[in-house]
């Protein structure tokens, strides 16, 4: 059974930094993109980042110099780096599995960690 | 970037209703888009993917079209379970982007 448990999330102060964490079991990590999407307080759903089953990443513009995605094989984990925080950060964060045949969209998704950027 | 728009932002029926959602894209993206409903409290849960194909366990009153610009997600007779909200979402290049989301509500 495909899992994703995502770990790391609190409340931090604009400009401050968090790693976001999603330990994926259940299926062959190595063969998946994984992503990261986020939806804020009363808005709808944000993708945020991606890295392929090559090591390729790829940003959202709203984040893209600030936040950095990346998998570790040997734990079967994928990370968010968030630095310089912001106040429209705050969001509820899905690590989301791609699917198979179709990397791009994704078909099991962890019940997400929440991000408070607040001072 | 491809913005996804959706319409309407909120829809109310009954219960065995015929629902249709539309997601328009600002330019082609072929038929690299797929569907999400999210409950609330809840991870979103993929519909559909490539416009039109079923995943697997969805039940068959849900269905995708379009191809280009245009797409519509229907719901052919809408069930108690269907309350929630819906999201198109396009694979066709990076950065990858979600519609604003369509509410269903309970009329």
């Known amino acids: 059974e495909v899992e994703l448990l995502e770990s790391g999330g609190g409340l931090i102060q604009p400009g401050g930094s968090l790693r976001l964490s999603c330990a994926a079991s259940?299926?062959?990590?190595?063969?998946?993109?994984m992503t990261w999407v986020r939806r804020a307080p009363g808005k709808g759903l944000e993708w945020v980042s991606i890295?392929?089953?090559?090591?390729?990443?790829y940003y959202a513009d709203s984040v893209k110099g600030r936040f950095t995605i990346s998998r570790d094989t040997s734990k079967n984990t994928v990370y968010l780096q968030l630095n310089s925080l912001r106040a429209e950060d705050t969001a509820l964060y899905y690590c989301?599995?791609?699917?198979?045949?179709?990397?791009?969209?994704?078909?099991?998704w962890g019940q997400g960690t929440l991000v408070t950027v607040s001072s | 970037d491809i913005q996804m728009t959706q319409s309407p932002s909120t829809l109310s029926a009954s219960v065995g209703d015929r629902v249709t959602i539309t997601c328009r894209a600002s330019?082609?993206?072929?038929?690299?888009l797929a569907w999400y409903q999210q409950k609330p409290g809840k991870a979103p849960k993929l519909l559909i993917y490539?416009?039109?194909n079923l995943e697997s366990g969805v039940p068959s009153r849900f269905s995708g079209s379009g191809s280009g610009t245009e797409f519509t997600l229907t719901i052919s007779s809408l069930q108690p379970d269907d309350f929630a909200t819906y999201y198109c979402?396009?694979?066709?290049?990076?950065?990858?982007?979600f519609g604003g989301g369509t509410r269903v509500e309970i009329k």
């Open positions: 989301a599995k791609g699917r198979d045949g179709h990397g791009y969209i994704f078909d099991y």
């Open positions: 330019q082609s993206i072929s038929s690299w």
């Open positions: 490539k416009a039109s």
């Open positions: 979402q396009h694979d066709n290049s990076f950065p990858l982007t």
């Open positions: 890295v392929t089953n090559i090591g390729s990443t």
């Open positions: 259940g299926f062959t990590f190595n063969d998946y993109p």
